[in-house]
C-alpha cells in the first residue's frame, strides 16, 4: 500500500487531537521519500513521534535523513 492510497484516512486523521502519536511501523517492510513526508505531516501536527518497532530497513531510512529528533526511533528492533 502507498502513502497515496490513504489520502482519505490520512486526512481523517489529522483532523483528530491527541496528546500523543506512536506509530507502530513492524508491518512496514520498506519506506521512501512518501512516507517519510507523511511521517513529518503528522509530527507537524501532534509533535515529535515515537517511532515504534520499525524493522532495520526503515530505521535506517530514518536515521540517514537526520529526522530521528522528530521521528524518535524505539530501541526495541524487531
Avoid at 521512501?32 to 515515537?50: K, N, T, W, Y
Amino acid at each position: 500500500m502507498s502513502v497515496s492510497n490513504l489520502d482519505d484516512q490520512i486526512a481523517e486523521f489529522l483532523g483528530r487531537t491527541a496528546d500523543r502519536v506512536d506509530p507502530d511501523l513492524s508491518e512496514l517492510e520498506l519506506m521512501d521519500s512518501s512516507g517519510i513526508a507523511l511521517l513529518l505531516r503528522i509530527s507537524h501536527q501532534f509533535g515529535p513521534l515515537q517511532v515504534c518497532r520499525a524493522k532495520p530497513l526503515v530505521r535506517r531510512v530514518i536515521e540517514v535523513t537526520g529526522l530521528t529528533a522528530v521521528l524518535r526511533l524505539d530501541e526495541d528492533v524487531p
